[in-house]
C-alpha cells in the first residue's frame, strides 16, 4: 500500500484514470432528489399532488437507502468482510436507481441486497463468495432465489458489468502516496492512513455525501483528519501544504473548491462525533442479532467455501 517508488507520472496517471472513471461511466443522476421524482411521476401519470408526492417519496427513498447502507454495515461486520464492500454496493444500487425508478420499499430492499450480494460475489473474501441462499434467509423469506437472480441479471445489464466504481478508498491509496518519507515515520503514516480510512467509511452512511464525488470525498477526508487530528502524525505544516499542492498540480483538484470544502465542514462534525457515536453503536449491538433492512432477527452468515 505504500510504495513510495511510484513516479509523479504514473501517479498522475493513476488518478487521471479514476477522475475519468468518476466523471463518465461511473456517474450517476441524484434519483433521490425532489425534482427526480417529480419527473417520475408526471411520466407515469398526471397529478395534480405531483409536488408534495415527489418531496414524500424523496424523504422515503432516502430513509430506505440510510437503512439498506446501515444494515451492509453490520452484515459485512458480522462475517469479517472487507468494508469497502459497502461503498462498492451503494455504488451499484445507486447507478441502478438512477436508472430505474423504484417507489416501493420491498422493491429498494430487493435491489439493495442484490447489490451486495453482487459485491461479495465479485470482490471475493479470502476465496469465499455470496450464498444466494443465504440472502433468501436474510430477507425471512420475503424474497426467492429467482427473485435475486432476476435482479442480478437485470443489474448485470444495466450497469453494463461495470462492476470496479472508484471508491473514496481508491483514491485514498493513492493520495497517501503524495507524502514524502519525512513527512512522518512508518508507523504515523500507517496510523493516519487507518483514521482517513475510518472516516470514509462513515462518510458512506451519512446523507449529506450523496451524490458528492468520491475524489472530493477522499481528499477532504485527508485534511480533516491530518490537519485536526488532536494528536497529529504529520506535525509539520511544510507537508500539509505540500499535499495540497501535490492535489492541485497532480490531480488539477483545488482543495479550496466549493465541494471540497463543503466536505471537509461536514468532516469536521462526522469526526468530531465519531469516537461517541461508535461507542453507542457498540452498546445497542451488545446481544443483538442480524437485522434485515425490515428489522427482522436472521443468520450471520451469507459466505460460503
Known amino acids: 500500500m ?10 498522475m496517471d493513476r488518478f487521471q484514470t479514476l477522475l475519468e472513471q468518476e466523471n463518465t461511466t461511473y456517474h450517476f443522476n441524484n ?12 411520466s407515469t401519470s398526471s397529478n395534480r399532488h405531483a409536488d408534495r408526492d415527489a418531496r414524500d417519496l424523496s424523504e422515503q427513498k ?25 461503498e462498492i454496493s451503494m455504488s451499484y444500487m445507486d447507478r441502478y436507481l438512477a436508472q430505474h425508478p423504484i417507489h416501493d420499499s420491498q422493491g429498494f430492499q430487493l435491489v439493495g441486497m442484490t447489490s451486495l450480494y453482487l459485491a461479495i460475489k465479485i470482490f471475493r473474501h479470502e476465496g469465499k463468495g455470496a450464498a444466494m ?49 519525512g513527512a512522518c515515520i512508518p ?7 487507518e483514521r482517513i480510512k475510518f472516516l470514509l467509511e462513515l462518510c458512506v452512511t451519512v446523507q449529506f455525501f450523496f451524490n458528492k464525488k468520491s475524489s472530493n470525498i477522499a481528499i477532504a477526508a485527508f485534511i480533516e483528519v491530518m490537519e485536526h487530528e488532536d494528536k497529529p502524525n504529520v506535525s509539520d505544516v511544510k507537508y500539509h501544504v505540500h499535499f495540497r499542492k501535490c492535489v492541485h498540480s497532480i ?6 473548491s466549493d465541494e471540497v470544502l463543503e466536505c471537509i465542514e461536514a468532516m469536521t462534525i462526522v469526526h468530531q462525533n465519531a469516537w461517541h457515536d461508535l461507542k453507542e453503536e ?20 451469507v459466505v460460503s467455501p
Open 31 to 42: 434519483y433521490l432528489s425532489p425534482s427526480y421524482q417529480l419527473d417520475c411521476l408526471y
Open 282 to 301: 457498540l452498546m445497542m449491538e451488545d446481544g443483538c442479532g442480524d437485522k434485515s433492512p425490515t428489522g427482522t432477527t436472521v443468520p450471520s452468515s
Open 2 to 11: 505504500f510504495v513510495h517508488t511510484v513516479s509523479a507520472v504514473e501517479l
Open 251 to 256: 490531480c488539477g483538484i483545488d482543495c479550496d
Open 62 to 86: 432516502t430513509y430506505w437507502r440510510s437503512k439498506l447502507c446501515a444494515w451492509m454495515y453490520h452484515v459485512v461486520d458480522k462475517n469479517v468482510l472487507d468494508r469497502e464492500l459497502v
Open 133 to 181: 441462499s443465504s440472502f433468501v434467509k436474510l430477507s425471512q423469506g420475503v424474497f426467492t432465489i429467482q427473485d435475486f437472480v432476476e435482479t442480478e441479471q437485470a443489474m448485470l445489464d444495466t450497469l453494463q458489468w461495470r462492476m470496479h466504481p472508484p471508491t473514496s478508498l481508491a483514491f485514498l491509496e493513492l493520495l497517501i502516496l503524495f507524502l514524502p518519507r
Open 187 to 193: 508507523s504515523a503514516r500507517r496510523a493516519l492512513y
